[in-house]
């Protein structure tokens, strides 16, 4: 057996358990799961030379075994040199992310290296949030521009932030998520040192989170394209999350008026035009109302509001904030282009308004759960999912299948 090795860095006293026998060489989780090649590893492996483990999230080791070393050698093979980068860039790979550099575009590559990036990031922050006990779990998230309320753009990696306890969540921007990482890692550093004040108080807790904080429910992508030839609508658009789950309906009208600000009826046919263009150098005026939300998450229906940026305009258009899951702001405003423009025609006839959905989180945590460690409070979310998840099976079995797939190696990782 070897000799005990002392890791400097997170996590467990007790990682694995590694034999030799004979020229053999062997490797027993004894906490935990690790990592082996990018594959998660629960039981006993035997291990061969070049062969990748990792504990934790900051320590990667490589076995160098001269015995298969020598033999293969002789035999004419070669092996890769071992990089960080080329770890981290496996373990991506074994968790389901597209690594592939052939054929991606500039945008698709620099997603690819922040995603690469920001995974170790990640594992470290989850293990120090299991031994400080903070209750918290972080997740990878692919947010694409639409649910940032942009139009266009590129898929940014960002971070969520879930609280274990409360079952409530927070997007972090890279930036964020690494200044806050630092603090962790300071505050865990003067934990492992004895500091009897290394935990912080709230507002300097790199942990927190303000609960009574805005969070974006979802957005709506509300088609203007009907303007473009003086024709109203009322619609229920639905509202979709940054991982395009339904989480409700948006009610919005809108309401082409004359140049008098009176509705146009039907008798009015000199504002109506066949093509777009003829609207070129004219006034285009119209009431836009957000009426209410529909089966929003009872979870976020505090202190709700909408909010959205038309066109060209600088300030952000907002409703009065409602404590409801089905909010009734009666919302109007009035706008006008005037004169009507190439660039404007453009804009509505390509590009959706983006409505974004805010909201606060209530605090409707269990009181047994607050006993839990952080680790236990893991292990019972995953277990939860996966239970969620299974009901799925019959409705549609192919997806459900492979969320199941998912939640299992997310269990295996607690």
Known sequence: MLENISLCYSILEEHALVEVESSNIFMTVMSGAKMTNGDVLTTKVELHHNDRVVFSSGHVYVLHHPHQFKKAEKEGKKFET?????VQTEIAEKSGYDVDRKGKTEEELLLQEDLISLMP??????????????KKHFDIALVSPQARGLSGGRTFVMVKMMDLVQGNYWMWDRNKFINRKYKMQEMYQNYVEGDEDWDLPADIDPFYEDVHSHVLIGQSQVHLKCLAYQIGFEESIIITDYEARERGFLQVEIEPLKNDGTPIGDEDEEYFVEEPSELIGKSLTYNFRILGAKGLPSKMSEDVYCEFK????????????VSSK???????????????????????????????????????GKKSAEKLTTKQLKTQNEKEKITAVMKKVAANPTTANLDVAVALGRLRRC
């Open 310 to 321: 038309l066109y060209l305009d600088e300030t952000t258009n907002k409703t009065d904030q």
């Open 121 to 134: 990031m990640v594992n470290e922050v989850n293990a120090m949030s299991e031994e400080l006990d903070k």
């Open 82 to 86: 071992v990089t960080w980068s080329a």
């Open 326 to 364: 089905n909010p009734d702001w009666s919302w109007h405003k009035t706008f006008v282009h005037a004169p009507v423009t190439e660039q404007l025609l453009e804009y509505l006839n390509e590009e959706p308004l983006i409505v974004e959905v805010w909201g606060k989180q209530k605090l409707e």
